[in-house]
């Protein structure tokens, strides 16, 4: 049974840093791309950051560009999303997803992920 666990979420003031991290447990974590997604209050879900299988390729949203990395741990089967000069608008449940792929393959569309975690909340006050 796979399992996407994400921990690392909480409040924090505009302008502050978070790290969120994803376990995962259940499948060969190295033959899967991993994203992540966030979703506000109201709004669809949408594509935050993706790495590849292998961990040399990653794509980052516009809007998080310059401000969000992401990596992963293939031994630790773990991705992780370091979240750094936070804005109010970043503020929504946080969800990492896993799909299985080509070694360098990136993949942003929310469709094409197969696993998903269940959410971990981030508040940016102002």
């Known amino acids: 049974q796979v399992e996407l666990v994400e921990s690392g979420g909480g409040e924090v003031q505009s302008g502050g840093s978070l790290r969120l991290s994803c376990a995962a447990s259940g499948l060969t974590f190295s033959n899967y791309a991993m994203g992540w997604f966030r979703q506000a209050p109201g709004k669809e879900r949408e594509f935050v950051g993706a790495?590849?299988?292998?961990?040399?390729?990653?794509r980052s949203a516009n809007s998080v560009k310059d401000r969000f990395t992401i990596s992963r741990d293939n031994p630790k089967n773990t991705v992780f999303l370091q979240m750094n000069s936070l804005k109010p608008e970043d503020t929504a449940v946080y969800y990492c997803?896993?799909?299985?792929?080509?070694?360098?393959?990136?993949?942003?569309?929310?469709?094409?992920?197969?696993?998903w975690g269940q959410g971990t909340q981030v508040t940016v006050s102002s």
């Open positions: 997803a896993a799909v299985i792929s080509l070694p360098y393959t990136v993949v942003t569309n929310v469709k094409q992920y197969t696993y």
């Open positions: 790495i590849s299988r292998n961990g040399y390729s990653t």
